[in-house]
């Protein structure tokens, strides 16, 4: 059985957020990773990934001022097949060791405003339909409400 962990971490500037992230990982055991709105640069994730959650591989993307940022890690019992990294999202299809299975993950953060959010989806849906995956897994940080009164200060 494989276990993904999706989480929104809201930050990792704050270095209590990488521990809090380590001892998930001590008791919720993972073989994938995927990491929302980092707000740290991708360089920065991929390194506390090697010092602290150690994680075999994987992507980061940066973010950009104080918003965006995701990471996906994954277990040596993973081999990467294919991967692309735009600033909203994270493609990677990852083969399965044991079972040879074939997983094609997506990480999302999308974005707030209303055109950026409208091309990160049609760019996402573009290239879903020109790979024709198997085993699709999109997470990440969706940024939906139903209302707008569920943001702070509205639209």
Not at 27 to 44: F, P, R, S
Request: proline share 3%; glycine share 8%; net charge neutral.
């Amino acid at each position: 059985m494989m276990q993904l962990i999706s989480w929104n971490c809201r930050g990792l500037g704050n270095p209590n957020k990488a521990e809090a992230i380590k001892d998930l990982l001590k008791t919720e055991t993972a073989d994938i990773l995927m990491l929302q709105e980092t707000k740290v640069e991708g360089e920065t994730l991929l390194n506390t990934n090697a010092m602290k959650w150690k994680f075999d591989s994987g992507k980061a993307v940066s973010a950009r001022g104080t918003a965006g940022g995701i990471g996906t890690f994954w277990t040596k019992d993973f081999s990467l097949e294919r991967f692309l990294v735009t600033q909203h999202w994270i493609f990677t299809e990852l083969r399965h060791s044991v079972s040879n299975l074939s997983l094609t993950l997506f990480n999302l953060y999308v974005p707030v405003q209303y055109e950026e959010k409208r091309e990160c989806w049609r760019t996402l849906l573009d290239y879903i339909a020109q790979i024709n995956p198997s085993n699709l897994v999109i997470g990440g940080d969706l940024n939906i409400t139903l209302d707008p009164k569920e943001k702070k200060g509205g639209i």
